[in-house]
C-alpha cells in the first residue's frame, strides 16, 4: 500500500488490537472484543482527514491475560510492526496492550525502532511525543498495580474459601462429581473407593492392589472437556494409586497449602480403614529404609548377576515371622510387577555361597598359577614366579580363615560375570584382577 495520497497528509496505516482477559461471553454474537473493535473502527474514521485507513487484517486476542506478552494476536501485530506495515497502532485501554511495566518498555522500543505511534481511544494519550510516553508509563503502573491487587484479594478469598471447606475447583477425585459449585457424591464411584481402599488393607501392596482392582475392570475417573473430548478412564498405576489411598479428601477434609480443613461435602471413608492404610504405608517406609541401609551394605554379587533376559539381577529384602530374608530379583520384575519376572527371586546366602565355593575350586587349579603370572608380568615387571606361586599358596591355606567380605572382594576380581538361566548359572571369569590378588598377598612385587 503506498504511504502517499493525493491530499497534504501522508497515509496512516492503522491496527486496532483487542484483548479479553477470559473467554466467558467470547461465545455471544456481540462480545467485549467486537465492543473494543467498533470503538477503534469509529476513532480511525474520525481521522480520516489525517490520512488515516485501517489495515485489512484483524489482531485480536480472547481468554488471554495481560500478565505476559505471549499472545498469538500481539505477535502477529509486532511481527506486522517489524515489516513496517503499520504506522499506528490503536487500543480500547493501555492495559489491553499489556498491563506489565516491563513488558511495555520492550513493545514500545520495538515500535520506537519502527516510529509506530500507540493510541488509546479512551486516554488521550500519543506515544510520539515525550508527555505522552510519561501519562502512558503512569497508567501502566497502575494498571499493574491494579492487576496484583486484584491478584491478592483472589488468592485471599480462595484461601478463606477453602479454610471454610469450599470445593474451590480442580480435577474432581474418584468418587465425587460437582453439583452447584459443590462437592457430591457419586454412588458408584464411591464403592470403587471403598473396594480399593479393603483391598489394599488385605494386599498391603501397592503392586498387587494395581493388579487385582485393574482385574476387576476399575479404572481412574473419566473426565470430559468442554469440547466433549475426554481425558483418564485408564488402568490404574502405583502413582495414581497412592494419590487416592492418601488423599484425606475422603475423609470430608479440603487441603490447602498442607494443611486440612472439615469440608463441606460428605466423607466416603470412615476413620478406621483410613487409619490402617496409613499404617501400612508407614510401616511399608520403615522397611524401605531398612532395606535401603541393606543395599548399602556389602552384596557382593550387585553388577554381576544377569537372568535370562540379559537384565541384571539387583539385591532386594522380605520378611516372613519377623525374620528379613535376602534376595536377587530381576530389575524388570521390580520395574514392571511380579507377572512380567523372567526368573522368581533367588535366596542370596546359597547363591553367594555357591559362587564363593566356585571361586575356592578356581585358586586350587594349576592353571590359575600360570595365567596369574602370565598377566602379573604385563602389568608389573618385577614380579617373579616365586611370588606368585607363593600368594596363591597363601591364599588357599588362609581361604578358610578370610573374612567374608575378604572373600566376596577377591571374588569380584576374579569373576566377569554370572549368567542365571533355566538349565543353570554360567560363570565367566576374567584375569585383570588377579595380579591384584597376588599383589595383596605379598605386600606388593617391589
Same mark, same amino acid.
Given at each position: 500500500?503506498?504511504?502517499?495520497?493525493?491530499?497534504?497528509?501522508?497515509?496512516?496505516?492503522?491496527?486496532?488490537?483487542?484483548?479479553?482477559?477470559?473467554?466467558?461471553g467470547l461465545e455471544q454474537e456481540f462480545n467485549s472484543l467486537d465492543a473494543q473493535w467498533e470503538a477503534g473502527v469509529s476513532y480511525v474514521a474520525s481521522q480520516?482527514?489525517?490520512?488515516?485507513?485501517?489495515?485489512?487484517?484483524?489482531?485480536?486476542?480472547?481468554?488471554?491475560?495481560?500478565?505476559?506478552?505471549?499472545?498469538?494476536?500481539?505477535?502477529?501485530?509486532?511481527?506486522?510492526?517489524?515489516?513496517?506495515?503499520?504506522?499506528?497502532?490503536?487500543?480500547?485501554?493501555?492495559?489491553?496492550?499489556?498491563?506489565?511495566?516491563?513488558?511495555?518498555?520492550?513493545?514500545v522500543g520495538v515500535l520506537d525502532e519502527h516510529k509506530v505511534s500507540f493510541i488509546s481511544v479512551t486516554q488521550p494519550l500519543n506515544t510520539t511525543d515525550s508527555?505522552?510516553?510519561?501519562?502512558?508509563?503512569?497508567?501502566?503502573?497502575?494498571?499493574?498495580?491494579?492487576?496484583?491487587?486484584?491478584?491478592?484479594?483472589?488468592?485471599?478469598?480462595?484461601?478463606?474459601?477453602?479454610?471454610?471447606?469450599?470445593?474451590?475447583?480442580?480435577?474432581?477425585?474418584?468418587?465425587?462429581?460437582?453439583?452447584?459449585?459443590?462437592?457430591?457424591?457419586?454412588?458408584?464411584?464411591?464403592?470403587?473407593?471403598?473396594?480399593?481402599?479393603?483391598?489394599?488393607?488385605?494386599?498391603?501392596?501397592?503392586?498387587?492392589?494395581?493388579?487385582?482392582?485393574?482385574?476387576?475392570?476399575?479404572?481412574?475417573?473419566?473426565?470430559?472437556?468442554?469440547?466433549?473430548?475426554?481425558?483418564?478412564?485408564?488402568?490404574?498405576? #502405583?502413582? =495414581?494409586?497412592?494419590? /487416592?489411598?492418601?488423599?484425606?479428601?475422603?475423609?470430608? @477434609?479440603?487441603?490447602? +497449602?498442607?494443611? %486440612?480443613?472439615?469440608?463441606?461435602?460428605?466423607?466416603?471413608?470412615?476413620?478406621?480403614?483410613?487409619?490402617?492404610?496409613?499404617?501400612?504405608?508407614?510401616?511399608?517406609?520403615?522397611?524401605?529404609?531398612?532395606?535401603?541401609?541393606?543395599?548399602?551394605?556389602?552384596?557382593?554379587?550387585?553388577?554381576?548377576?544377569?537372568?535370562?533376559?540379559?537384565?541384571?539381577?539387583?539385591?532386594?529384602?522380605?520378611?516372613?515371622?519377623?525374620?528379613?530374608?535376602?534376595?536377587?530379583?530381576?530389575?524388570?520384575?521390580?520395574?514392571?510387577?511380579?507377572?512380567?519376572?523372567?526368573?522368581?527371586?533367588?535366596?542370596?546366602?546359597?547363591?553367594?555361597?555357591?559362587?564363593?565355593?566356585?571361586?575356592?575350586?578356581?585358586?586350587?587349579?594349576?592353571?590359575?598359577?600360570?595365567?596369574?603370572?602370565?598377566?602379573? #608380568?604385563? =602389568?608389573?615387571?618385577? /614380579?617373579?614366579?616365586?611370588?606368585?606361586?607363593?600368594? @596363591?599358596?597363601?591364599? +588357599?591355606?588362609? %581361604?578358610?580363615?578370610?573374612?567374608?567380605?575378604?572373600?566376596?572382594?577377591?571374588?569380584?576380581?576374579?569373576?566377569?560375570?554370572?549368567?542365571?538361566?533355566?538349565?543353570?548359572?554360567?560363570?565367566?571369569?576374567?584375569?585383570?584382577?588377579?595380579?591384584?590378588?597376588?599383589?595383596?598377598?605379598?605386600?606388593?612385587?617391589?
Amino acid at each position: 500500500m503506498s504511504r502517499q495520497s493525493s491530499t497534504a497528509h501522508p497515509i496512516q496505516r492503522c491496527a486496532i488490537y483487542t484483548r479479553k482477559s477470559s473467554e466467558e461471553g467470547l461465545e455471544q454474537e456481540f462480545n467485549s472484543l467486537d465492543a473494543q473493535w467498533e470503538a477503534g473502527v469509529s476513532y480511525v474514521a474520525s481521522q480520516k482527514h489525517q490520512g488515516w485507513q485501517l489495515v485489512d487484517e484483524r489482531f485480536e486476542d480472547g481468554g488471554f491475560s495481560g500478565g505476559n506478552i505471549d499472545r498469538p494476536g500481539l505477535k502477529r501485530l509486532m511481527a506486522a510492526v517489524e515489516r513496517d506495515e503499520i504506522d499506528i497502532i490503536i487500543v480500547y485501554k493501555v492495559d489491553r496492550l499489556t498491563r506489565s511495566i516491563s513488558d511495555f518498555a520492550r513493545l514500545v522500543g520495538v515500535l520506537d525502532e519502527h516510529k509506530v505511534s500507540f493510541i488509546s481511544v479512551t486516554q488521550p494519550l500519543n506515544t510520539t511525543d515525550s508527555m505522552g510516553r510519561l501519562t502512558l508509563h503512569m497508567l501502566l503502573s497502575f494498571a499493574q498495580f491494579e492487576r496484583e491487587i486484584t491478584g491478592e484479594r483472589i488468592r485471599d478469598k480462595f484461601a478463606e474459601s477453602k479454610k471454610k471447606g469450599m470445593w474451590m475447583g480442580g480435577a474432581v477425585p474418584l468418587g465425587y462429581e460437582v453439583k452447584d459449585r459443590k462437592l457430591v457424591v457419586n454412588r458408584g464411584e464411591k464403592k470403587v473407593v471403598q473396594i480399593i481402599y479393603e483391598t489394599f488393607i488385605e494386599t498391603r501392596s501397592l503392586t498387587e492392589t494395581c493388579y487385582r482392582i485393574n482385574d476387576m475392570g476399575f479404572r481412574t475417573k473419566l473426565y470430559r472437556r468442554k469440547d466433549g473430548s475426554t481425558w483418564g478412564g485408564k488402568p490404574f498405576a #502405583k502413582t =495414581t494409586l497412592r494419590r /487416592l489411598l492418601q488423599n484425606k479428601i475422603y475423609l470430608g @477434609l479440603i487441603h490447602h +497449602k498442607g494443611d %486440612w480443613y472439615p469440608g463441606q461435602h460428605t466423607a466416603i471413608l470412615e476413620q478406621t480403614p483410613w487409619d490402617k492404610v496409613e499404617a501400612i504405608f508407614n510401616s511399608n517406609r520403615s522397611l524401605r529404609r531398612t532395606e535401603s541401609r541393606w543395599r548399602h551394605s556389602p552384596a557382593f554379587l550387585r553388577g554381576l548377576v544377569f537372568g535370562p533376559d540379559g537384565i541384571a539381577l539387583v539385591p532386594t529384602s522380605g520378611r516372613r515371622r519377623g525374620k528379613r530374608y535376602r534376595y536377587y530379583t530381576s530389575n524388570t520384575a521390580r520395574k514392571k510387577g511380579h507377572r512380567e519376572n523372567p526368573i522368581p527371586p533367588l535366596p542370596a546366602e546359597p547363591l553367594e555361597k555357591l559362587i564363593i565355593q566356585e571361586v575356592e575350586q578356581l585358586i586350587h587349579q594349576p592353571e590359575l598359577l600360570i595365567m596369574v603370572y602370565r598377566d602379573g #608380568k604385563n =602389568t608389573e615387571d618385577t /614380579l617373579t614366579y616365586e611370588q606368585t606361586v607363593e600368594a @596363591l599358596q597363601m591364599l +588357599k591355606t588362609i %581361604w578358610q580363615e578370610l573374612f567374608p567380605n575378604e572373600q566376596q572382594r577377591i571374588a569380584h576380581l576374579l569373576i566377569d560375570r554370572i549368567d542365571i538361566k533355566d538349565t543353570g548359572l554360567t560363570l565367566r571369569f576374567h584375569s585383570e584382577g588377579l595380579p591384584g590378588i597376588t599383589d595383596d598377598m605379598t605386600g606388593g612385587a617391589a
